[in-house]
Every structure is written in structure tokens, then in C-alpha cells.
């Protein structure tokens, strides 16, 4: 979580997006700041993502509710344009299909 909270406190905008558990991965929670930067990491249960968004003040979304944001789709496209940018760390930061 201390990913996390870094994210949120060096960032503005940011919005908390809950990913279900799947087959393939755990129930993960995606934070996506006002420019579209983003980042995501694993979380016990949503609640437990409930709970850290009460905790940051930060509103929590259903993304199979809502989808994920243009702004996200937006940065992935600019960082794509821009391969002098580091790519996110394999398996951490990777956006799901």
C-alpha cells in the first residue's frame, strides 16, 4: 500500500478504479491521476480498496461499471509516441485488455 499512498500524495486528481479478481489475477486497485498517469498493485479484498479510498479521500469506481477513463488511454498513447519514457515494471503496471 505504500505504493499507493505515494501515488496519491505526490499527484492531484487522482480517482481510485477497483479491478474484480479474475482467473488471472488477484482483485487489483488502479489509481489514475489527472493527467492519465497511472499505476496499479493488488489488494486483499474491495473493501480493503475501500477502505484506502476513505482513508485518501479519493473517490472509488467500479470499472466494470464506468470503464476506464479516456485520460488513462490518452497517456498510454503519449507514452507510446515517446520511447524515450521508461515502460511501466512488467506485471505491475500494465493495463488489463
Known sequence: MEH???FVRSRY??????EPR???TETTVLLIAHD??????RVADPEAAGRFARKMNIPLYDVQLVGYPQR???FNARRKLRPDRPSPRP????PRP
Open 91 to 94: 506485471g505491475t503496471d500494465r
Open 4 to 6: 499507493l499512498v505515494a
Open 36 to 41: 492519465g498517469e497511472w499505476t496499479r498493485r
Open 13 to 18: 486528481g487522482v480517482e481510485a478504479f477497483l
Open 72 to 74: 488513462m488511454r490518452d
Open 22 to 24: 479474475t482467473v488471472m
